[in-house]
């Protein structure tokens, strides 16, 4: 995926990012990223700019659940669309974010994303609200399973899979007729043929209790907040923000378009992450 180029122009106002390195002085930062914070790094969003375009609605918990075609219609797309997933390597955004943890100055990430280029950039205390791709799990014994073993199993059944110029979607997705999904030969469980499922939150199910009660103690601990590429559209994580206003925190956002909650903003800078968090970054001494 190619960043429109009216996108990569968007450059931070130095007074902008002034206000936000200031906000973030001196307090240990409790830091909620989404998807903006990766599209630097190639993989594409479900809202920011110009994905109205090309908007497509997410899959759905129940439906993954109950209908064997759509099972087949996820991992067809994702035989295509992992590779390049995969291959996605940390962004400015990313490094930055590590650096500032290492100097202490953020105390760790709750993440949206299920891509690990916060793992891969060096960040420590990262809790995945919505899980991990580089992991599936059973539904009937609970087994674990690299993606990457997955992948290996998935094109030995289906050797003849080919969908040309497959477009690449968000959370490693890609688009794929319609003839060849009904051809796929779906895996199952190694361990008991039951079935997989990646090890991720879709839309329509919960995150799991213990992974939200982790996040909301990162923000109690914190001294201040910022948002990272985010809409906060979904109530997965807007609710940290909440709670975030609820304990007076100074709250900064960095995010290129409309975010919900932005009026609860203290700072608001309408830029890219990559542009923005390595000045900050520098600017406090941790870049």
């Known amino acids: 995926m ?3 180029q009216e996108t990569l122009s968007v450059r931070a106002r ?19 990223t989404g998807a903006g914070c990766s599209t630097e790094s190639g993989i594409p969003d479900y809202r920011g700019p110009g994905t109205r375009s090309r908007a497509r609605n997410p899959i759905q918990h129940r439906e993954f659940l109950q209908r064997p075609e759509v ?7 994702s035989l295509l669309g992992w590779p390049r997933f995969r291959a996605a390597r940390p962004n400015a955004a990313h490094r930055a974010l590590a650096a500032l943890e290492g100097s202490g100055h953020v105390l760790g990430l709750i993440t949206q994303n299920v891509d690990r280029l916060h793992h891969a950039a060096g960040s420590q205390r990262v809790i995945e609200l919505h899980g ?16 990457e073993s997955l992948q290996e199993r998935l094109w ?6 080919v969908a040309h110029g497959a477009e690449s979607r968000p959370d490693g997705d890609a688009e794929v007729s319609d003839e060849a999904v009904r051809a796929f030969q779906v895996a199952a469980c190694v361990h008991c043929e039951g079935t997989l499922k990646p090890d991720v939150v879709f839309f329509g199910d919960n995150v799991p209790a213990p992974t939200v009660e982790a996040a909301f103690s990162l923000v109690e601990e914190a001294d201040a907040f910022l948002v990272v590429g985010s809409s906060l559209a979904i ?34 800078v309408d830029a890219l ?12 001494g941790a870049g």
Do not use: H, K
């Not at 390195?21 to 930062?29: K, Q, W």
């Not at 099972?71 to 797309?77: E, F, S, V």
């Not at 991990?132 to 993606?147: F, K, S, T």
């Not at 992450?273 to 406090?284: I, K, N, T």
């Open 156 to 161: 030995a059944l289906n050797p003849d899979f």
């Open 273 to 284: 992450a990559g542009d923005v968090l390595p000045r900050v970054a520098a600017a406090l």
């Open 71 to 77: 099972r087949a219609r996820y991992w067809a797309r």
């Open 235 to 268: 109530y997965s994580g807007f609710r940290f923000l909440q709670r975030a206003v609820d304990r007076r925190l100074p709250r900064g956002l960095v995010n290129l378009g409309e975010c919900r909650g932005e009026e609860l903003m203290a700072v608001r």
């Open 14 to 32: 130095s007074e902008d990012v002034d206000a936000l390195t200031d906000l973030l002085r001196g307090r240990r930062v409790a830091v909620l």
């Open 132 to 147: 991990a791709l580089a992991r599936v799990r059973c539904l009937a014994c609970g087994a674990i399973e690299p993606r």
């Open 2 to 4: 190619t960043l429109p």
